[in-house]
Protein backbone atom coordinates (compact mmCIF):
# COMPACT_ATOMS: atom_id res chain seq x y z
CA UNK A 1 0.00 0.00 0.00
CA UNK A 2 0.95 3.45 -1.16
CA UNK A 3 1.04 6.25 1.54
CA UNK A 4 0.87 9.52 0.20
CA UNK A 5 0.98 12.60 1.72
CA UNK A 6 -2.08 13.95 3.26
CA UNK A 7 -3.15 10.45 3.84
CA UNK A 8 -5.18 9.95 7.28
CA UNK A 9 -4.17 7.15 9.41
CA UNK A 10 -6.92 6.31 12.26
CA UNK A 11 -6.41 4.00 15.30
CA UNK A 12 -9.30 3.61 17.62
CA UNK A 13 -11.03 2.36 21.00
CA UNK A 14 -13.61 1.60 22.26
CA UNK A 15 -14.85 3.27 25.12
CA UNK A 16 -17.89 1.96 27.84
CA UNK A 17 -18.51 4.93 29.68
CA UNK A 18 -16.80 3.52 32.70
CA UNK A 19 -13.11 4.38 32.07
CA UNK A 20 -11.46 7.13 34.09
CA UNK A 21 -9.56 10.48 32.64
CA UNK A 22 -5.91 8.92 33.57
CA UNK A 23 -7.84 5.82 31.24
CA UNK A 24 -8.53 7.68 28.33
CA UNK A 25 -5.27 9.98 28.33
CA UNK A 26 -3.45 6.58 28.91
CA UNK A 27 -5.18 5.41 25.32
CA UNK A 28 -4.88 8.39 23.67
CA UNK A 29 -1.33 8.24 24.10
CA UNK A 30 -0.46 4.82 23.24
CA UNK A 31 -3.10 5.15 20.11
CA UNK A 32 -0.60 8.58 19.28
CA UNK A 33 2.09 6.08 20.04
CA UNK A 34 1.08 3.67 17.38
CA UNK A 35 0.01 6.09 14.45
CA UNK A 36 3.89 7.10 14.99
CA UNK A 37 5.44 3.81 15.05
CA UNK A 38 3.22 3.15 12.30
CA UNK A 39 5.18 6.13 10.26
CA UNK A 40 8.37 4.74 11.24
CA UNK A 41 7.10 1.31 9.77
CA UNK A 42 6.09 2.78 6.58
CA UNK A 43 8.73 5.17 6.36
CA UNK A 44 6.34 8.73 6.32
CA UNK A 45 6.45 11.59 8.99
CA UNK A 46 3.28 12.15 10.43
CA UNK A 47 1.71 14.96 11.69
CA UNK A 48 0.10 16.01 15.12
CA UNK A 49 -2.59 13.10 16.13
CA UNK A 50 -6.45 14.59 16.89
CA UNK A 51 -8.57 13.33 18.70
CA UNK A 52 -12.19 12.54 18.16
CA UNK A 53 -15.28 10.85 20.18
CA UNK A 54 -18.12 9.02 17.56
CA UNK A 55 -21.43 7.08 19.01
CA UNK A 56 -22.42 4.39 17.61
CA UNK A 57 -24.69 4.47 14.56
CA UNK A 58 -22.18 7.34 13.14
CA UNK A 59 -20.92 7.96 9.89
CA UNK A 60 -17.45 5.26 9.87
CA UNK A 61 -18.56 3.52 13.11
CA UNK A 62 -18.89 0.16 12.97
CA UNK A 63 -21.32 -2.26 14.76
CA UNK A 64 -19.96 -2.58 18.68
CA UNK A 65 -18.51 -5.72 19.08
CA UNK A 66 -21.06 -7.68 21.47
CA UNK A 67 -18.54 -7.45 24.13
CA UNK A 68 -18.84 -3.91 24.37
CA UNK A 69 -21.54 -2.24 26.80
CA UNK A 70 -22.15 -0.12 29.13
CA UNK A 71 -23.24 3.44 30.28
CA UNK A 72 -21.88 5.40 27.51
CA UNK A 73 -20.32 3.27 24.68
CA UNK A 74 -18.37 5.32 22.08
CA UNK A 75 -15.24 4.96 19.57
CA UNK A 76 -12.19 7.07 20.81
CA UNK A 77 -10.43 7.98 17.51
CA UNK A 78 -6.64 8.83 16.85
CA UNK A 79 -6.08 10.96 13.28
CA UNK A 80 -2.79 11.75 12.20
CA UNK A 81 -2.14 12.83 8.68
CA UNK A 82 1.07 11.67 6.35
CA UNK A 83 2.62 15.06 5.97
CA UNK A 84 6.11 13.77 4.31
CA UNK A 85 7.97 11.51 3.38
CA UNK A 86 11.35 10.13 5.75
CA UNK A 87 14.47 10.57 4.39
CA UNK A 88 16.59 8.86 5.36
CA UNK A 89 19.40 10.55 6.82
CA UNK A 90 22.73 8.94 8.52
CA UNK A 91 23.35 10.19 11.73
CA UNK A 92 27.02 10.06 13.19
CA UNK A 93 25.41 10.92 16.76
CA UNK A 94 22.03 10.70 18.36
CA UNK A 95 20.20 8.61 20.93
CA UNK A 96 20.72 5.62 19.72
CA UNK A 97 24.29 6.08 19.04
CA UNK A 98 24.84 7.35 21.86
CA UNK A 99 23.46 3.79 24.11
CA UNK A 100 25.75 1.55 25.05
CA UNK A 101 25.81 -1.96 22.94
CA UNK A 102 24.52 -3.81 26.45
CA UNK A 103 20.95 -1.20 26.48
CA UNK A 104 20.78 -0.64 22.80
CA UNK A 105 20.24 -4.83 22.68
CA UNK A 106 17.93 -4.68 25.24
CA UNK A 107 15.66 -1.71 23.66
CA UNK A 108 16.04 -3.42 20.44
CA UNK A 109 14.32 -6.75 22.13
CA UNK A 110 11.97 -5.03 24.54
CA UNK A 111 10.73 -3.39 20.69
CA UNK A 112 10.42 -6.05 18.85
CA UNK A 113 8.68 -8.11 22.01
CA UNK A 114 6.02 -4.66 21.72
CA UNK A 115 6.04 -5.01 17.61
CA UNK A 116 5.23 -9.30 18.08
CA UNK A 117 2.75 -8.43 20.74
CA UNK A 118 0.90 -5.90 18.90
CA UNK A 119 1.53 -7.65 15.52
CA UNK A 120 1.56 -10.93 15.86
CA UNK A 121 1.59 -11.95 12.18
CA UNK A 122 4.32 -9.83 11.11
CA UNK A 123 7.55 -10.52 10.24
CA UNK A 124 10.06 -9.37 13.05
CA UNK A 125 11.66 -6.09 12.95
CA UNK A 126 15.31 -5.55 11.77
CA UNK A 127 17.95 -3.92 13.98
CA UNK A 128 17.38 -0.69 11.26
CA UNK A 129 13.32 -0.69 12.21
CA UNK A 130 14.06 -0.95 16.00
CA UNK A 131 16.45 1.55 16.11
CA UNK A 132 14.00 4.18 13.97
CA UNK A 133 11.58 3.34 16.58
CA UNK A 134 13.72 3.63 19.37
CA UNK A 135 14.96 7.16 18.29
CA UNK A 136 11.65 8.65 17.70
CA UNK A 137 9.82 7.76 21.14
CA UNK A 138 12.72 9.54 21.93
CA UNK A 139 14.87 8.86 25.34
CA UNK A 140 11.89 9.61 27.83
CA UNK A 141 10.25 5.90 26.34
CA UNK A 142 13.20 4.35 26.14
CA UNK A 143 14.89 4.94 29.69
CA UNK A 144 11.27 4.46 31.30
CA UNK A 145 10.74 1.10 29.15
CA UNK A 146 14.70 -0.11 30.51
CA UNK A 147 13.39 0.71 33.64
CA UNK A 148 10.66 -0.85 34.19
CA UNK A 149 12.28 -4.06 32.09
CA UNK A 150 15.25 -3.96 34.32
CA UNK A 151 13.58 -2.96 37.71
CA UNK A 152 13.50 1.13 39.04
CA UNK A 153 16.52 0.34 40.84
CA UNK A 154 18.33 0.17 36.94
CA UNK A 155 17.21 4.27 36.88
CA UNK A 156 18.60 5.39 40.53
Do not use: Y
Not at 45 to 64: L, N, Y
Amino acid sequence: MGLNIGMPIEVSVWLTGRETPNQIDAFKKDCAEEVTAFGVMNNVVMGAPVFTEKRPGEDRVPQVPLHIHGPDVRMLICEALVVAERTMIVKSSGFVQDLDLVDLAKLREITRRAHQKARPIEMPLTDVQCDAIIEELGPTAALRTLGADMGTEALN
